[in-house]
């Protein structure tokens, strides 16, 4: 898979997703499935989507002990997604057990990626809440080699890291990167954004857009542009 757009379908029911999606006829952009449409919707959505021809980001975001997060994933893996992830504070040993769950017995798996820590959570709120006294920037590197050590494809992360993690980590190591917005558009309550034209000149591999394309006027159009300036 190369670059893409991934878009995120944060929506509360079923048929505000269909609604947005009967707007793309011509390409049937890449999804992101998160946790609200995901608990109010079910497995189900993510079958009819696939059906639809969408490839599927499901963001479920998974932290538990080795064993569950191993069988969750392999329930995951049966609804055939293009992309799952988890949380790389779970521990190497936990995206080991991810990994396992989530091939197949041919071999296959969707891939998979590890979030670092959240940009909700910066460095005040680490050194007080989870007592992680180490500069942010090293934290998040760090987790991004714990990824790739576990034999994770990538993270995800702020576009400013995303040149960071392709040094430490390599350039195969995929980057993906919400917090994008078009240089006239509203930011909303993301802090540190870029242009999809500049996610894509420091190598985000895929940028996560939600608002810009799901709240305009024209979202094909929004769609559009994105690809646009972030693909050529
Ligand atoms: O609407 P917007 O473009 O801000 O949506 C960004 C999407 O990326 C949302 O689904 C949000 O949950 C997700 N996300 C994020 N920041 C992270 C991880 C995920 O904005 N660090």
Not at 55 to 82: E, Q, Y
Not at 96 to 123: F, K, N, W, Y
Not at 158 to 171: F, M
Not at 190 to 199: G, L
Request: glycine residues 8%; charged residues 25%; aromatic residues 6%.
């Amino acid at each position: 898979m190369g670059k893409d757009v991934i878009v995120a379908c944060d929506f509360a029911s079923a048929e505000a997703v269909y609604n947005f999606l009967d707007k793309f006829t011509d390409k049937k952009p890449f999804v992101k499935i998160g946790m609200e449409l995901f608990y109010a919707a079910g497995p189900e959505i993510v079958k009819q989507i696939k059906a639809r021809g969408h490839k599927i980001f499901l963001d479920l975001k998974l932290h538990d002990i080795p064993n569950t997060v191993k069988k969750s994933m392999a329930v995951l893996s049966g609804l055939d997604v293009d992309i799952t992830n988890l949380h790389a504070a779970g521990t190497t040993r936990m995206m080991q057990a991810a990994l396992e769950g989530l091939t197949r017995p041919d071999g296959t798996r969707p891939l998979l990626i590890a979030v670092t820590q959240l940009t909700s959570t910066d460095q005040e709120i680490m050194e007080k809440d989870l007592l992680i006294n180490e500069p942010i920037d090293k934290v998040v590197m760090h987790y991004a080699k714990n990824a790739k050590l576990a034999g994770l494809d990538g993270v995800v992360c702020s576009p400013l890291e995303a040149g960071k993690v392709h040094e430490c980590c390599g350039q195969n190591f995929l980057t993906i990167t919400p917090g994008v917005r078009f240089a006239d558009g509203e930011i909303g309550d993301q802090k540190r954004v870029m242009t999809p034209a500049e996610a894509k000149k420091i190598g985000s591999d895929y940028i996560v857009v939600g608002r810009p394309i799901t709240a305009a006027a024209d979202p094909v159009a929004a769609y559009e542009r994105c690809v646009k300036e972030f693909i050529g």
